[in-house]
C-alpha cells in the first residue's frame, strides 16, 4: 500500500479516456462501479468540453456481484452500441472491475458486432494514466491501421506525415497541434492523419498511408510510434520542439525525414524569444534559481530553456513519469543535479522547501506548493486544472511556444528595474515592504496582512527551520530592510547558518556573515 | 413516482469526505482503496489543499492483491506511518472503497485493531464510502452512522441536530433553538472530532439533511426519537422545522412565533426577491444529492416554479414523508439512474433550469439548457431564514446570467 495525498496521475482507465474523448465516431464501455462517472468532470469541468466523454459506464452495485456482471457488461455494450452507433468501440475494465475478472473484452467480442472492438487490458495496481494511455493509443492503432495502406512512392505529391500524442485534457495539446500543423505545412509537408486528437477509427486506418511520423508527447505515441515503424517502416521524430534550440533540431530533423529543405523557415524563425532575453532587462533573470518538475518530456524541455535560452541555473529537476526516468536521469546529470523521480507530493514538497529556488516550474501540484511557500511559478506540464485551458492561443512548441514560455515563466518574477527601484525607494506608500509587483495588479499581500507583525511575532513565525535560533533587534531590523520577497530565504539561510555553527542569537555579524556565506 | 434503472452518473460516497473533512476538526479520512479513488477526491474537490490534507487515500498495489503482503500488516504501517508527526488527528476514518469491498479486506477489524494500538491518543473508526455501497451524500450518512455508537450516553432530554452544516448555520439554528428553550441542543458531526454530542432514550434528533437513513436506524438504537420534519430550506421549510422542534420540546406557540418573525420575514422578502425571475419556470432535477425532493418543495412552494421531473437516487420516503406532501399532486418522482433515458426526457422538456452534476452540466449548457450543479448544494450554506434569499439565488443566477449575455 502507499499513502499517498495527491496524485499526479489517474489510473490508467482515465488515459483511455483521454484517447477516447479526443477521438471521434469511437466509444468506450467502461466496466466500473458508480463512483467511477466522476472521471466525466474532468473533461466537462477542467477541460470545458460541450459535450459528454464517448464513454459508457456499467456501475455495477453490491447487489449485482451475486449475479451476473458479465451479463450487465454485454448489454451495456449492446446499448451503447446501438445508441451511438461508433465506428469502433474500446472495451475494459476500472480497478474495481479488474477484480471481478469478468474479462470485458472477450466478452463483448462474443457479441459480434459488426464494428471492430478493442479489449484493453489496463492493469490498475500496477500502472497509470499515461501508460493507460499510450497503451490504448498503440492498440487502437495495432487493430485498425490496415496492413494493405501502404506509403506510395513520394515523386508526384509532396511528402506527409502523421501527427501522434495529442490526447484530451493534454497540457495545450488542442494549440501545439494547431502550431505544428502550421510549422510542418511551411516546410512543405502534409499531414495525413493528426491521432488521436480530432481522428477517427477510419483516420486510423488511414496512418499508413503517411511518409513519416511526428511524435509530439513520447508519454502517449512512442508504442503507436514504434509499432508503425516496425509495421509500416515509417521512421519517427526524436525532437520535441519545445523552447528555441529544440524547435531548430525538429525542423532539421523533420526537414531530413521529409528530404526537404529548412533553410527558408529555420532563417525566418520567427520568435521573440531570443531577443528578448538578449534584451538589457532580462539581466535580472541571470541565475535566477530554478526548480522543475513535471511529466518526462515537460520537464527535460524545461530544464533546457530555462538554462540554454532564460539563462536560469536549474537546482532541482525531477519528474513523476517512473517510465521515463531514464531520460531525466541524463537530463539532470547533463545539469549536475541527480533526478527526483517520484510520484510523492510530499517528497517534491520537500524538495522545494530545502532548495528555497526562486521560480518553482511545475505542475498544478507545484503551484500549490509554490503558492504556500510564497514562490513565484508557472505551470509546465500535466496534471493540470481549468486554468491551464487559456481561452487565448497557447501553443508550448514551435516559434509561438517559445514566445508564449517566455511570457508565462518571467511574469511570475519581479521585474529587474522595479526590484531595485523597490529597494530604494521602500519608505515611499506606493513601495513599502508588503507591495506586491505592480504588473500582478492589486495588492493581494498587503490586504491579506494589513497589521504590520511586531518583530517578536514575526520571528517566532518565521522560525521553523531554525528554530531555537532567536534574532537580536538589531539583526532584525536589518532583516526588515531587505525587500520582502527575498527576506524569507535570507531569514531561512541565516537561520541554518547560525544552527549549523551552533549560534543561538543571530546578530547584525552573523546575518552578514551568513550572505557571504550563500553568496553565489 | 416510479423506479428507474440504468447507467448512474453519479459520485461514490467517498465524495463526502470532501466536506467532511473541513467540517470536524481533529478527524483524518484515511481511504483505502485504488488510485481511482485518490484521483476521485482530489477532482471532486476540485482543488489541491493550501493546509495540511486531512484526507489521504492508502493506495492497493498488486503485492496487496497477490498476497504478497499482509494487506492489514500494510494498512497498518501506512496508519503509523500517517499518524507519526501528525499531533492534529485525533479521530482517523478508515473508509472502505470498491477495491477493499470486493477483495473483502475487514476494515472494521482493522480499525479495533489500530483503535487499541493508538488509544488513547488516536481513535479509529470505519465506515464504507464505495461505490458499490453508497451514493454520493450516503457516504456522509455512513460516517455519521460509524460516529454513533461510540456517542457518550447522556439520559438527560435534548435535540440532537444531526447532518453535516455550516458552521454559519449551525451557529443561526443553534440561537434560534436554545433562544426557545430547549434544554440542549446539539450537533452531529460535532465540530470537533473530541467534542461529541451525548445521547441517550430521552434524545430527540432533527434531521438537517435528507440523506441520513443508516444514521437515524443507529440512532433509534442509541434510544433517540425522530422529529420529523421537512427540510430547513426556504422560510416555509425553516419554520416547519422550527416548529416541529418546539412541539417536541412543548415551547409555547407565541414564544416561537416572537422568535422567528423577523427572521421568517426577512428570509420571506429575500426568497421573494427572486420571484418574478423565477415564477412558473420549469425544473428538471438528475438524480443526484437526495436533495432533490426538499428542493423542489422550495422551488415549487416559495418561488412558483414547476418541477417537471424530480429524480433522486434514493427516495427514503419515511423521512421523506411530509415533503412529499407538500410536493404538487402528480408530481413526476422518479427513484434512480438512469442517465440516457433522463437525458433524452431533459431534451424533450426543454427545461429552463437542469439541476444536475458536473459531468452533465457544460455539455446541457452547449445545447442551450441553463443548469444550476448540484454539488455546490452541498458546500454552500442553503439552510435556515438567513439563508432562504441566497438558497433561490442559486437558482436565479444561471437564468440571470443568460439576460445578461449578449455573447
Partial sequence: MQLTLWTYEGPPHVGAMRIATAMQGLHYVLHSPQGDTYADLLFTMIERRDQR??????????RDLGGDT????????????????????????????????????????ALNLPVPVVALEL?????????GAAETFYRLVRTLAA?????????????????????????????DVCEITRLLGRLGIDINVTAP??????????????????VLYPEIARPAAEWLEKTFSQPWTRTIPIGIAATRAFIAEVAELAQVSADEVLAGAPSRLPWYSRSVDSNYLTGKRVFIFGDATHAIAAARIATDELGFTVVGLGSYSREHAREVREAAARHGLEALITDDYLAVEAAVTELQPELVLGTQMERHIAKRLRIPCAVISAPIHVQDFPARYAPQMGWEGANVIFDTWVQPLMMGLEEHLLTMFRGDHEFHDEAAPSHLGATPVASVTPVPTPPAAATAAGAGAGAGVSWSDEAERELGKIPFFVRGKARRNTESYAAQRQLSLVTLETLYDAKAHFAR | MSVERGQRAVFCGLTGIVWLHRKIQGAFFLVVGSRTCAHLIQSAAGVMI?????????????????????????????????????????????????????????????????????APTVRVLNYSGSGIETTFTQGEDACLASLVPTLPADEQPGLLVVGSLADVVEAQLQRLLVQMGIPSVQFLPPRHAERLPGIGSHTRYLLAQPFLADTARALEERGARRIAAPMPYGAEGTTFWLEAAAEAFAVDRRRLEELIAAPRQRAQRAVAAHRSLLAGKRVFFFPDSQLEVPLARFLTRELSMVAVEIATPYLHRGHLDRELALLPPGSRIIEGPGVDAQLDRCRAEQPDLVVCGMGLANPLEAEGLATKWSIELMFAPIQGYEQAGDLAELFARPLVRRTRLAV
Fill in chain 1, 53 to 62: 466523454p464517448p464513454v459508457t459506464y456499467t456501475t455495477f452495485q453490491a
Fill in chain 1, 70 to 109: 458479465a451479463q450487465l457488461l454485454q448489454s451495456a455494450v449492446l446499448a451503447a452500441y446501438e445508441r451511438h452507433q461508433p465506428q469502433a468501440m474500446l472495451v475494459g475494465a476500472s480497478c474495481t472491475a479488474e477484480l471481478l475478472q469478468d474479462d470485458p473484452g472477450g466478452l463483448a467480442q
Fill in chain 1, 123 to 131: 492493469p490498475a495496481y500496477q500502472r497509470k494514466e499515461n501508460w
Fill in chain 1, 147 to 175: 496492413p494493405g495502406n501502404r506509403v506510395q512512392p513520394a515523386a508526384d505529391r509532396r511528402p506527409r506525415c502523421n501527427l501522434l500524442g495529442a490526447t484530451a485534457l493534454g497540457f495545450r495539446h488542442r494549440d
Fill in chain 1, 197 to 214: 486528437f480530432g481522428a477517427t477509427p477510419a483516420d486510423l486506418a488511414r496512418l499508413g498511408a503517411a511518409d513519416f511520423n511526428v
Fill in chain 2, 50 to 118: 493550501f493546509a495540511e490534507p486531512r484526507f489521504a487515500t492508502a493506495i492497493i498495489e498488486e503485492r496487496d492483491l497477490a498476497g504478497m503482503s499482509d494487506a492489514n500488516a500494510e494498512l497498518d504501517r501506512v496508519v503509523a506511518r500517517l499518524l507519526e508527526g501528525r499531533s492534529d488527528i485525533k479521530l482517523l476514518f478508515l473508509v472502505g472503497s470498491c477495491p477493499s469491498e470486493v477483495i473483502k479486506l475487514d476494515l472494521s477489524r482493522a480499525a479495533q485493531r489500530l483503535s487499541a494500538r493508538f
